[in-house]
């Protein structure tokens, strides 16, 4: 039996307040159809792909595969279309800068995806960009706090990683 949930969440700095009749309503959908966030995209809907990645509360999250009730009230959630509410970002600039896309469709999950990985560095210490190495295991879920990998049907990969790595020596200078 479906149950009803409203949330208030703090969507790129906003609240927001949605009501879902069915509490297992995927945050991807809410994000999309009720708050117009277009940044989160539907790629495979089983958290294999990474197109529709956003943070929730700074964490990684494939938002295809959150139930609305697993976010708490009054969570932050970051999607694409906040990311340069204080001009463009360094990876938005350094993906067009490398020319890092082909289609651009897995685009915004993989910079999301990247920018909650390179912020849980800098909270953690590290003071150094990645290397290439360490940008190609995070790509393949096997660094960072999430464990997800990011597929490109494309095959941008290899400027993908220039693009990342163009952006962690941005931010730390
Ligand atoms: S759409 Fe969520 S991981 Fe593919
Ligand atoms: S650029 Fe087309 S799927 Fe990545």
Known sequence: MPTPLTRTLVVNGEDRTVTVADDGEQLLYV??????????RFGCGVAQCG????????????????????????????????LDANGAHPLQRAFIEQQAAQ?????????????????????????????????AAF????????????????????????AIRQAAEELLS
């Open 31 to 40: 994000l999309r159809n009720q708050l117009d966030q277009r940044g989160p």
């Open 51 to 82: 197109a529709c990645t956003v943070l929730v509360d700074g964490e990684i999250r494939r938002s295809c595969v959150t139930p609305l009730r697993t976010v708490p009230e009054g969570a932050s959630v970051a999607t694409l279309d906040g």
């Open 103 to 135: 289609c651009a469709f897995c685009v915004n999950g993989i910079i999301m995806g990247a920018a909650g990985w390179l912020e849980q560095r800098n909270e953690s210490g590290e003071t150094a960009a990645p290397s290439d190495e360490e940008i």
């Open 139 to 162: 790509l393949s879920g096997e660094v960072g706090e999430s464990t997800f990998n990011y597929l490109c049907r494309c095959g941008a990969h290899v400027r993908m990683i220039r």
